[in-house]
């Protein structure tokens, strides 16, 4: 089994700042793609970024320039240092993992979510 903590979130002003983290653990061998999702109440679930293990990165054009997912592989660890944050960025946040296991199966993973909540 593989499990995805997330930290970070909470209460910041417009214009503040917040760094989410997402450690993964268990049986992992190695990990493809990380990504951050999120979903607003009564929204759908929307892709904030996705890095690869070679540190390529996508982003929603929402958050581009905002946003900066980065990841440390020796740790399986991704982050989300998102600055300049909007009222619009409130959310609950969820990290996701491709992970292939020891047992020798691809699997994506999720973690349980944080939430971010941006005042104006």
């Known amino acids: 089994q593989v499990q995805l903590v997330e930290s970070g979130g909470g209460l910041v002003q417009a214009g503040g700042s917040l760094r989410l983290s997402c450690a993964a653990s268990?049986?992992?061998?190695?990990?493809?793609?990380m990504g951050w999702y999120r979903r607003a109440p009564g929204k759908e679930r929307e892709l904030v970024a996705t890095?690869?293990?070679?540190?390529?990165?996508d982003y929603a054009d929402s958050v581009k320039g905002r946003f900066a997912i980065s990841r440390d592989n020796a740790k399986d660890t991704v982050y989300l240092q998102m600055n300049s944050l909007k009222p619009e960025d409130t959310s609950a946040y969820y990290c996701?993992?491709?992970?292939?296991?020891?047992?020798?199966?691809?699997?994506?993973?999720w973690g349980q979510g944080t939430q971010v909540t941006v005042s104006s």
């Open positions: 996701t993992a491709e992970v292939f296991s020891h047992r020798g199966t691809w699997s994506q993973y």
């Open positions: 268990g049986s992992i061998f190695s990990i493809n793609v």
């Open positions: 890095i690869t293990g070679g540190g390529s990165t």
